[in-house]
């Protein structure tokens, strides 16, 4: 099955810096690549995803990228703000299935 | 529009005790999962209901856990008896009928359960 790495587990920025979140996917077939955003004390929301037939897509501050062949993808979240603190979650999914994999997230903290 | 309802929000029971979580999905949403988390590792699948049927539950644990949807509308996960491995939290989620499926899951708050 789908075998989804992320890194970091922590990540700690000052407001208005960068932040970079990665992962890598195992299965060749996994077509669809969402991140979830968790704040404290909600359930994971969706905040953008990328399918294997584009490269990149931008939201704002926010933007993923996709590596087909090294089968990795990252969120960029640019010029960040205290309230961009919270989990984020990729996950990879197929084509054919309903069920996405989750990678173990990473505890973004923006420090004002 | 309501959003995925879960109940109760923290649950803290004794070993070998019996615990139901309940989800509510969104109305219309013929799509519902169970995951879990347990601290700091991935959120985990557990199973994907397609109305009333269980349409994969690769990863239930063990026949410990009992998950039901009767009439295609709430979920219960049933836990029995509980072990202490057990503790995490239950995150259910819905998403809309097959045909055009975008992808994206609709989360609850989760239910996070305690077993000491």
């Known amino acids: 099955g789908e075998n989804v790495e992320q890194h970091p587990s922590t990540l700690s920025v000052q407001e208005g810096d960068s932040a970079v979140i990665k992962c890598t996917y195992s299965d060749s077939a996994s077509n669809y690549f969402p991140w979830y955003k968790q704040e404290l004390g909600k359930g994971p929301q969706l905040i953008i995803d990328?399918?294997?037939?584009?490269g990149e897509k931008k939201d704002q501050r926010i933007a993923v990228t996709l590596n087909k062949t090294a089968k990795h993808f990252s969120l960029h979240i640019t010029e960040t703000q205290p309230e961009d603190s919270a989990v984020y979650f990729c996950a990879a999914k197929s084509g054919g299935s309903y069920i996405p994999t989750f990678g173990r997230g990473t505890s973004l903290i923006v420090h004002p | 529009e309501a959003g995925v309802t879960q109940f109760p929000s923290h649950s803290v029971i004794e070993k070998g005790q019996t615990v139901t979580l309940r989800c509510d999905p969104i109305s219309g949403h013929d799509n519902l999962y169970w995951y879990r988390r347990v601290m700091g590792k991935e959120i985990k699948f557990l199973l994907h209901f397609v109305k009333e049927s269980k349409q994969d539950e690769s990863g239930m644990p063990n026949n410990r856990f009992l998950a039901e949807r009767t009439g295609g509308t709430y979920s219960t996960l049933k836990v029995q008896p509980a072990e202490l491995e057990d503790s995490g939290v239950y995150f259910c989620?819905?998403?809309?009928?097959?045909?055009?499926?975008?992808?994206?899951?609709?989360f609850g708050e989760g239910s996070r359960l305690t077993v000491l």
């Open positions: 990328i399918r294997s037939n584009v």
């Open positions: 989620a819905s998403s809309q009928a097959g045909g055009v499926f975008t992808g994206e899951l609709f």
